[in-house]
Structures are given as C-alpha cells and as structure tokens.
C-alpha cells in the first residue's frame, strides 16, 4: 500500500495526532477520536472540541485550563516516542540525511533499527519512489520501530522491509549486490558489517556510521581504510546551542545536549581502482588484536542496556499508541464514507 508520507495540513480531523501543551508546560499526545477524551487532574478536554480549528489553536477544558493545540513535528514525535534503543537524535538525523545524501527514489539500507526514529527521517526523505530496508537483530526492538512507524505514517509503508537479523548474515540475501545507494549503520560494532556493506554497495554509494564513541570511531574508520575499497573516511560531530532570545537577554541555553555521537562517511569506490592519493601511501593494517574486539562491548562504551521486562513494557505501549492510531484512522475513514 502506497503511504500519503505528506503531513496533514488544514483543520484538525479525526485520526490526527495532535501535540497539547498544558499548564505549566506539559505535553500531552492524543490521537483525535469521535468521543475521545483527554482527562488530566485539570480536568477533562473533548476531542471533539479540536476537529474542525486550525492547527495552533488554543482550547480550553473542563476545569478552565488552556491548551495550546499543534500537530507534532516529526522532530516532536520521536522524541516523545517509546524507545527501546537508543535514537538518533534529530540534529543528527538531519547531518545523517544531508552527508549521507540521501535522495528521493533512493534504495537505502539502515542496521540497527532500534527505536526506528531514523527510519522515520529516511522514509521521508526517499519519498514513495525509494526504498528502506531496516536490518534489527533484536525481534523486540524491531516491534517497537514497527509500532513507531505505524503510529506517525498511520500505516507501515510498502516501501519499507523490516529484516529481523544480523546485517551481516541477512543483507546479502535481503538486496543483490551492487545494487544499493546509501547504507547507515547505527550499531556498537559497524566494522563487522564493512565487508558486507561493500558487496552490497553500488560504485559511488555512500556509507555512513554513526558511533557514539572516539575508539569506535576510530576503529572503524581503520577499517574501511585497510579495505582498500572505499573512499578516505570523514568524520565530524554535530554540536546544537540553543540560545535563550528574550529582549535584552540575548545568550546561549545554560544547558544543552553536548554529545550524542560521530558521523563517519566514505564513498565505494569501481571495482579494481585504486584514488591517486592512496597509492602513494601504503594502507596501514589496523592495529587491533583480537583482545581490544572484546573491549568493545555495550558497557564498556558506557551503552545503557534495557532490561527485558522494560523492553516488553515499551513493545506494549508502542503497540497500544499504533492501536490507537489504527483505530482512530479507521473512525476517520468511516466518517469520511458516511
Ligand atoms: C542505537 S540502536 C539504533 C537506533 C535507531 N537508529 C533509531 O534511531 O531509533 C542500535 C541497534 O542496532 C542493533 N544492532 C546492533 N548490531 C546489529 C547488527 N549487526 N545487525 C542488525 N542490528 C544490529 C541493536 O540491536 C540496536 O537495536
């Protein structure tokens, strides 16, 4: 089924999420449904009071408090969204997109999956004509993207496949080789996904990393070098400072989000050549024994595991919020045919 990856724009209608912003700042996400209600201790607020405003609106409830109305942004989503991995934040998101060079009509590959917040991006940003396929070892995390996804599109998109398995193992059967244009790996270990990646990777494709650590990212940036068939890496970092703009008080957020991770990007090069550059240098072994592969594991790169009981509590309320979504969306298209 071809998803309608535009956002709603004009009133609001039933089936739409909406963003509240309450007293005191609070947010609440609803989906609009005939007879829905949002109850909180201020009170009670119908759903049907919003179908029909335009976007921005303000409403009041039942205990008199008001309520700013948006629909979220797609930046608001997922960082409200259940997760059971960690996500791509959308500073990063956006850096990933634009060095990634990800197009419309592009066959992207993406491992791991996570929360499936950048799935979302790269969904956008392929449009209808291209195509995803998220690789997530993890069945439970691959659920709560699946839930995610569902939840913001209304339904899961014909051009978006959801491999359950290592990279490794499944990409070769999952695309032919030569044939895919943008690869992103969001993962602890991306260098064991290299050899794989390159085989599948068209002349010209981009590969894109993202590591939260400096020995990650050193390591697989000596990786892709030693391989020989890559382009030289380049590595940055994003840093966003928000800045507090209020009459004569013009200066940056006390606080911010200092570091989230290294993007990593390298090119694949035709088969057999060799950049001018790179011969005149020999290529360096990576200088890892086996012992430092051990190094590398989630807690020793300060990588919060989930618990299982709190990963199956997040699978739940992903499911339950793209059940809600379902049902709303399905109340809408009654309404619509009434
Ligand atoms: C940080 S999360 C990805 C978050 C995701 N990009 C997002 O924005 O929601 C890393 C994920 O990679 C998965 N993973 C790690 N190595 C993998 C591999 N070789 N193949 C497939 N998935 C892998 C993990 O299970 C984990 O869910």
Same mark, same amino acid.
């Given at each position: 089924m071809t998803v309608d990856l535009t956002r709603p724009t004009g009133p609001f209608r039933y089936g739409d999420r909406v963003q509240l912003t309450g007293p005191k700042g609070r947010l609440h996400t609803i989906t609009l449904r005939e007879k829905g209600e949002l109850h909180t201790h201020h009170g009670v607020l119908r759903h049907a009071q919003l179908v029909g405003l335009p976007d921005g609106s303000v409403v009041t409830g039942s205990g008199g408090h008001e309520y700013l109305a948006l629909r979220p942004l797609l930046r608001d989503f997922v960082m409200s969204m259940p997760r059971g991995a960690a996500i791509v934040y959308p500073k990063d998101a956006a850096q990933i997109l634009a060095s990634a060079d990800i197009f419309p009509g592009a066959t992207v590959v993406e491992a791991g999956v996570g929360s499936g917040a950048l799935s979302l991006w790269l969904l956008r940003a392929i449009g209808a004509t291209g195509r995803l396929v998220s690789f997530e070892r993890r069945e439970e995390f691959a659920e709560v993207a699946r839930a995610n996804v569902e939840t913001y599109l209304g339904t899961p998109p014909a051009n978006w496949e959801v491999v359950v398995g290592d990279l490794v193992e499944s990409l070769p059967g999952a695309v032919a080789p030569a044939s895919v244009d943008r690869v992103v790996l969001d993962m602890l270990a991306p260098w064991e996904c290299i050899d794989a990646v390159a085989d599948a990777l068209t002349p010209g494709g981009v590969v894109l990393c993202y590591v939260a650590t400096a020995t990650q990212l050193s390591r697989v940036a000596e990786f892709i070098r030693g391989t020989g068939l890559f382009t030289d890496p380049e590595a940055n970092e994003t840093m966003v400072r928000g800045w507090h703009v209020e009459g004569l008080a013009v &200066?940056?957020?006390? &606080?911010?989000?200092a570091h989230t991770g290294f993007l990593l990007t390298a090119r694949r090069l035709a088969p057999g050549a060799v950049p001018p550059d790179v011969r005149k240098r020999a290529l360096k072994k990576p200088s890892y024994a086996d012992e430092d592969v051990e190094i590398w594991t989630p807690g020793a790169v300060g990588d919060r595991e989930i618990t299982d009981k709190n990963l199956r509590k997040r699978v739940r309320e992903a499911q339950r919020i793209a059940d809600g979504a379902r049902i709303a969306a399905a109340t809408e298209t009654d309404a619509a045919t009434d």
């Open positions: &200066r940056p957020d006390h &606080r911010m989000v």
